[in-house]
């Protein structure tokens, strides 16, 4: 009878199109049978879907259709920063309110990852009479493995609202013994 034995562990790396590949030789330990044998895997290909560590097995036959089979866990990792695009530099006016509130969209664009699950996110959004001129503001992608990357613009608050002042039709008052008065 045919012998395999497997690696104690395997880690593979998604690239950046979400892919690893690997080779029969780097999963066999040992194997081995007086005839030859032939080892074959049951997965060579991992992808995103694979994040949760698949078991592999491992089969060798020989001529005469005798088998064995080994299996062993590959750790299938994701490094792979997501990306985006940062937006030029731009400016928003607060409105009557003296408040004005940003997206994820007036800074960020062209968001992508190798596994396609990205977390999008602004260290601000409100902005208020505090924050007139410029303003940095830093967004942020996150993937599903923790990967991250952040980028900076420069978002510039103006109030473009004329104040408002009302006054009273009209007002009587009196002078006090000094000829005075207080309004």
């Known amino acids: 009878n045919p012998t395999v034995s497997a690696v104690s562990s395997k880690e593979v ?3 950046a199109s979400g892919l690893a590949v690997v080779t029969t030789s780097e999963l066999v330990s040992s194997s081995g049978d007086n ?7 049951s997965q060579y290909v991992f ?3 694979d994040l949760s560590d698949p078991l ?12 064995a089979t080994d299996s062993v866990v590959v750790n299938v990792t994701d490094v792979v920063d997501p990306m985006f ?9 607060l409105n009557s309110s003296g408040l004005i509130t940003i997206v994820v969209s007036d800074v960020m664009e062209n968001m992508t ?9 602004l260290n601000v959004t409100l902005f208020s009479c505090m924050d007139v001129g410029s303003n940095v503001v830093m967004g942020s992608l996150v993937d599903g493995s923790g990967n991250e990357i952040s980028k900076t613009t420069v978002v510039t608050v103006s109030d473009d609202e004329n104040p408002t002042v009302s006054a009273v039709s009209s007002k009587e008052v009196f002078l006090n013994a000094s000829g005075l008065a207080v309004v």
Do not use: E, I
Request: aromatic share 4%; with cysteine.
């Open 113 to 121: 990852d190798n596994c396609l699950s990205v977390t999008p996110g």
């Open 85 to 93: 695009d940062v937006v030029m530099p731009f400016t928003v006016a």
């Open 47 to 49: 992808s995103c879907a």
């Open 35 to 41: 005839c030859g044998v032939d080892v074959t895997l």
């Open 56 to 67: 592999v097995t491992l089969t060798a036959v020989d001529p005469s259709g005798n088998q």
């Open 13 to 15: 790396f998604l690239n």
